[in-house]
């Protein structure tokens, strides 16, 4: 078979830094999309790659053994570098053996196939919404549009050991790979990547297509994606692309990030990783690793025996475990507040906030509503 290969990184409209990183060191491709505040994303995502590139060029393990090397790398330097601690990174790798991919996997980056037309899935998420779906607490489409589509159930760095999802794919003559981070997947739906891979022969053109559909579509996180192409022809002509690395990333020059707001959805937030205990027994037992020190980050305004209340967490279970804690009901009765048309679904809902100051703010505007509500009454 014979590749050829589109990469490329975008910073995306809304975020300060680049945390996706990809790695083209012929055969072996893939991509990360970092996590973790300060640098400490960006430091994962690149630790992961040079690891499984270092042991790949020394020939040590397999490529799923590389990428459990890499999660010990990225875990490790989390705990010794206070820095970049609580630092974790998704990866989609895919290694070229003759007329064979091997795909290793963990998080929500994706591997896509297009084939004769069609683009299938070949990687699952490894996220809080797709469990969910799994599940059947929420529907697909409920999916795409909730607010913690992106917490991520399953990361490298976050824990010693982490289970990786692998797969062999037979390619065909005309075969196209996609690896890209959600950045691409959040912004633009599978039609329209399916579109671009259909009328964009050229893999870079390619790329630089979903880069820019996904920018025009708000662009509000990094973007990255890579292509293969494959075509049957045994004559190696020398025509791949030579390795190389991703390019230097650009300065920021992202606006400032939008004021706290009841109910915003995904954004810059959404993939802060903290570190706490509260909820984490539920999550345990599920065998969930990382996403308690997600949630621990996650402030909201619901309804606890009656009352409103503050919650910590999000407002979701899954497998009939809540994935959130009451941290204070306050006086306020809450049917006295839903019989306020604005807050009769949303305080059920639960309300989102990004810190407990802000969830407080909120406690604070539904008791002025309230007492206002009992004085018109008067
Ligand atoms: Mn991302």
């Known amino acids: 078979m014979r590749i050829r290969v589109g990469a490329t990184t975008d910073i995306g409209q809304v975020r ?13 491709y893939a991509v990360a999309d970092g996590i973790g505040g300060h640098r400490g994303g960006e430091v994962a995502s690149n630790l992961a790659l040079q690891t499984i590139q270092r042991l790949f060029s020394a020939h040590e393990g397999d490529l799923t053994e ?21 630092m974790g ?3 989609t790798a895919a290694l070229v053996q003759g007329p064979r991919v091997r795909l290793a996997h963990v998080g929500d980056s994706r591997a896509y196939l297009f084939r004769d037309g069609r683009l299938e899935l070949l990687t699952e998420d490894h996220t809080l919404v797709h469990q969910m779906v799994v599940e059947g607490e929420i ?9 913690h589509r992106n917490v991520l159930l399953r990361a490298l760095g976050v824990d010693g050991t982490v289970q990786v999802d692998d797969g062999i794919v037979e390619m065909q003559d005309g075969d196209r790979l996609l690896l890209c981070t959600d950045g691409v997947t959040s912004m633009i739906r599978d039609d329209q990547i399916k579109a671009v891979l259909q009328e964009t022969k050229d893999p870079q053109e390619a790329v630089d297509r979903l880069v820019r559909a996904a920018n025009r579509a708000g662009g509000i996180d990094n973007i990255t994606a890579v292509i293969l192409d494959f075509t049957e022809d045994s004559s190696r002509d020398g025509t791949r692309e030579a390795p190389m690395q991703r390019p230097a990333k650009r300065r920021p020059v992202a606006p400032p990030p939008p004021s706290p707001q009841p109910r915003r959805r995904g954004g810059r937030t959404a993939r802060r990783i903290g570190i706490g205990a509260g909820i984490a027994l539920a999550l345990v037992v599920l065998g969930i690793v990382g996403v308690r020190l997600y949630l621990d980050t996650q402030w909201f305004v619901g309804v606890s025996n009656g009352r ?25 009765r809450a049917d006295e507040a839903q019989e306020l048309a604005f807050y009769r679904d949303r305080l059920l809902e639960g ?17 002025r509503d309230v007492t206002r509500a009992r004085q018109d009454r008067r």
Not at 16 to 28: K, Q, T
Not at 69 to 83: C, G, M, T, Y
Not at 139 to 147: C, F, I, L, M
């Open 16 to 28: 300060e830094g680049n945390e996706d990183s990809y790695l083209i060191l012929d055969p072996l």
């Open 66 to 86: 590389q990428v459990e090397r890499a999660n010990r790398a990225v875990f490790e330097r989390s705990q010794n570098d206070r820095e970049v601690a609580g």
């Open 89 to 91: 990174t998704t990866l």
């Open 139 to 147: 529907s697909e489409s409920d999916a795409e549009t909730h607010p």
């Open 308 to 332: 409103v209340a503050i919650f910590r967490g999000v407002p979701a279970e899954v497998a009939g475990l809540d994935l959130n804690s009451v941290v204070v009901e306050t006086p306020i």
């Open 351 to 367: 309300i989102t906030a990004d810190d407990r100051d802000a969830a407080q703010a909120i406690v604070e505007q539904i008791r």
